[in-house]
């Protein structure tokens, strides 16, 4: 991250040199868009994109979630599903204890089942 904000620096600085004689205002609007540009860049691939392809991710985990997975809830509760419905998921912690949670409770998938 701090390489890529010194690399736009870099390549932004000549954009920002001023020189000898009356400034030009179009030149100074020019590069401001620019250098906006260039941050809603750094910004979109360094922060937004990630986030989508985590959220994509754990969508078509939560889709493909199905009955004897061991999961893992985001409280670190471990279990077995026995039961899933549209938004919840039953998960077996004990012997003759479950537990309903809602499927975003879900963090991961420990072990898929072999059904």
């Known amino acids: 991250m701090q390489r890529s904000i010194a690399l736009l620096l ?28 260039l941050i809603i860049l750094v910004f979109y691939f360094f922060i937004i994109r990630p986030q989508q392809k985590r959220q994509r991710e754990m969508k078509k985990m939560l889709d493909e979630l199905k009955r004897g997975d061991r999961v893992i809830t985001s409280a670190g509760i471990h279990g077995t599903v026995t039961d899933i419905d549209e ?8 012997d003759n204890v479950r537990v309903r949670f809602e499927k975003v409770a879900i963090a991961t998938v420990e072990k898929k089942s072999n059904d």
């Open 10 to 37: 870099l390549i932004a600085a000549p954009l920002f040199a001023q020189t000898p004689g009356a400034p030009d205002p179009t030149g100074q609007l020019i590069s401001t868009v620019v250098m906006f540009g």
């Open 87 to 94: 938004k919840t998921v039953v998960v077996q912690i004990a």
